[in-house]
């Protein structure tokens, strides 16, 4: 069925290490990963994405990787600050069609100063 | 530019009421999907709405219906409402690049 694994649900670090965030996927058709930051009571924001196409995004501390024969990606975030910490979601596509995203069930990320 | 907006912000009803919730989406997309996020939970597809006709679905009941508009903003409707459709409702247009863009959310409460 549809679904995408998340892990680890919870993630505490200190500020200037590094984070990272996997996700595991079953619909092999998959082609299209977004990574959302959610802080508390706001929306959901895109702060990454990766297509099918490609193994390896990265923006400035942000970077993810795609291994589409294990069905595995991941975000890394380097010299983690405070203002990082929030709740971090990862998402497929289901199918070559990019409209249904199935999201994880969340990643809470702590930075301590 | 203004981004993708939401009403309400929040919503009480009781069981067995009716709810509507609307969604402007951001300009220049043409293309809006709704997203149900119970507390501490990601967000689960509930359906999209494209050239006014729903394009997919998620795996939710017919008491969950919408509509599109001709200037492509929405509406979900939920019937019959159970205490467990209490939920921050999310909408997320998008346009050519078919990148996700979310709104502020409605946080509904049934009682």
């Known amino acids: 069925g549809e679904n995408v694994e998340q892990h680890p649900s919870t993630l505490s670090v200190q500020e200037g290490d590094s984070a990272v965030i996997k996700c595991t996927y079953s619909d092999s058709a998959s082609n299209y990963f977004p990574w959302y930051k959610q802080e508390l009571g706001k929306r959901p924001q895109l702060i990454i994405d990766?297509?099918?196409?490609?193994g390896e995004k990265k923006d400035q501390r942000i970077a993810v990787t795609l291994n589409k024969t294990a069905k595995h990606f991941s975000l890394h975030i380097t010299e983690t600050q405070p203002e990082d910490s929030a709740v971090y979601f990862c998402a497929a596509s289901m199918g070559s069609n990019t409209g249904k995203l199935i999201f994880g069930q969340g990643t809470t990320l702590q930075v301590k100063p | 530019d203004a981004g993708v907006t939401q009403s309400p912000t929040h919503l009480i009803k009781t069981r067995g009421q009716q709810v509507t919730l609307r969604c402007s989406p951001k300009s220049g997309h043409d293309t809006v999907s709704w997203y149900q996020q119970a507390l501490g939970q990601g967000p689960q597809f509930i359906f999209q709405?494209?050239?006014?006709?729903?394009?997919q679905r998620g795996n939710f009941p017919d008491r969950f219906s919408g509509h599109q508009f001709p200037n492509y903003s929405s509406e979900l409707n939920v019937n019959a409402l159970l205490l467990g459709d209490s939920a921050l409702y999310l909408c997320a247009s998008t346009g050519k690049e078919e990148t996700q863009y979310f709104g502020p959310g409605t946080r509904l409460l049934v009682l």
């Open positions: 990766i297509r099918s196409n490609v």
């Open positions: 709405y494209y050239e006014e006709e729903e394009r």
